[in-house]
């Protein structure tokens, strides 16, 4: 496995780890196309793909997957046998199967709750899953596995959300400070100013050493007045 290829993965899994909440074990659903194309380069996708992602992976597919390879015969015999050894997992399509891709597509709606990889071949459902942010798309090229660099979609979103992060650090400085004109602050700086004050003198130790200084300085100045009048009596 090349360097450049490796570090060009691990970029784009940090990516997806920061910014989707991508964990492991990755889910990385596959469809007949990638099984295919993993078969004819001699890949051997459970061994290979974890090291690639810098991470344990779960290989899983769906029943309609499993159903067009079956469909398309011969051929794709090979490509059917490789699908079968990966966990399936639960669509909507129990009574009526439909498509790999239209499947694999309806198992990332709804902004991908479970963190789904989508491995494939097919440009056209390629196209597709990256109109969609957050899908780490997969695909082989001259015998290698490559993870597609994030979708423009992706990284628009991820744009949006960073926006109120991405401001100056004197703007942030002045919003802290309005805080806490405003009495906002979080309760975390209120425990840093409390402790802050509880350092400081007790001022009513303060106003008691005042006057004792106080009476100490009268009483030499009452001696020296003392001391004045003896001397005249003298």
Excluded: W
């Excluded at 910014?19 to 990385?28: A, C, T, Y």
Aim: glycine share 6%; aromatic share 6%; hydrophobic share 30%.
């Amino acid at each position: 496995m090349g360097v450049t290829r490796q570090k060009h993965a691990k970029k784009i899994m940090g990516f997806y780890k920061h910014n989707f909440q991508f964990r492991e074990p990755f889910q990385v659903l596959l469809d007949g196309t990638f099984c295919q194309a993993a078969l004819r380069n001699k890949i051997q996708i459970r061994e290979q793909l974890p090291g690639y992602l810098d991470g344990a992976a779960q290989l899983c597919t769906t029943r309609c997957v499993i159903k067009e390879l079956e469909s398309l015969g011969k051929a794709l015999y090979g490509a059917k046998l490789i699908a079968q050894r990966f966990q399936l997992r639960n669509c909507s399509h129990h009574k009526n199967p439909v498509s790999g891709s239209t499947c694999l597509l309806s198992m990332i709606e709804d902004g991908n709750p479970h963190h789904y990889f989508i491995a494939t071949q097919d440009q056209d459902l390629s196209n597709k899953v990256k109109r969609k942010p957050g899908i780490p798309l997969l695909f082989i090229i001259q015998n290698t596995m490559v993870l597609d660099k994030p979708s423009p979609k992706s990284l628009a979103f991820v744009q949006k959300l960073q926006t109120n992060q991405l401001v100056p650090e004197y703007q942030k400085q002045s919003i802290v400070e309005l805080k806490e004109k405003e009495g906002l602050v979080k309760q975390e700086g209120e425990k840093r100013r409390k402790r802050k004050r509880a350092g400081g003198p007790n001022p009513l130790s303060c106003l008691k050493k005042k006057k004792k200084k106080i009476q100490e300085g009268q009483e030499p100045s009452a001696d020296k007045k003392k001391r004045r009048k003896r001397k005249r009596n003298r």
